[in-house]
């Protein structure tokens, strides 16, 4: 695996609404540095875990290092060509509940209903405004709990079991 850089971008507010990491592969990397810059604007601290260019990488090699930040409490966003490589490699992780969203109704019902704290996008797939709304619901919206919680935990004994 390639030694993956990681930048740590203050918001540009003083106060931040939280953290929010970031990770893709060339596929994704015009809409990484995008959202970064929108969600700077909106008061959060950024943590870039590359890739750093448009050249050919791997994609796995940037699902790591954002899902340790994950679970460590910071939201996360991959990005991909599609999106389905992404969200096969986050899924595997314990703890990780990546959602693949191409419209804010998918990122609504990610959050409220099985409390996704990875989103996941396709460059190749939607549009940068799409995105935008995509992420944006993701992060306004709350998990709903209760008969959607006993769900999750019911995923949570199945990777125990695995």
């Not at 609404?17 to 008061?43: A, C, I, N, P, S």
């Not at 191409?102 to 989103?119: C, F, P, S, V």
């Not at 999750?152 to 125990?160: N, T």
Request: proline share 2%.
């Amino acid at each position: 695996m390639n030694e993956t850089i990681i930048n740590i971008i203050d918001s540009k507010n003083e106060h931040s609404k939280g953290t929010l990491v970031f990770g893709t592969d060339h596929g994704g990397f015009e809409y990484k540095e995008f959202l970064k810059e929108v969600v700077r604007d909106w008061g959060y601290t950024v943590i870039d875990c590359g890739t750093h260019s448009t050249d050919s990488v791997d994609y796995p090699d940037y699902i790591t290092p954002v899902v340790k930040e994950v679970l460590a409490g910071a939201k996360g966003v991959l990005l991909c060509g599609s999106g389905i490589g992404m969200s096969i490699g986050a899924n595997r992780f314990k703890g990780i509940r990546a959602a693949l969203c191409y419209d804010g109704l998918m990122a609504r019902i990610a959050r409220e209903h099985n409390d996704a704290n990875i989103l996941i996008l396709g460059e190749r797939i939607i549009g940068k405004q799409e995105a935008v709304s995509c992420l944006e619901v993701f992060l306004n919206t709350p998990f709903q709990e209760g008969r959607h919680l006993r769900r999750i935990e019911k995923l949570d004994e199945i990777e125990d079991y695995l």
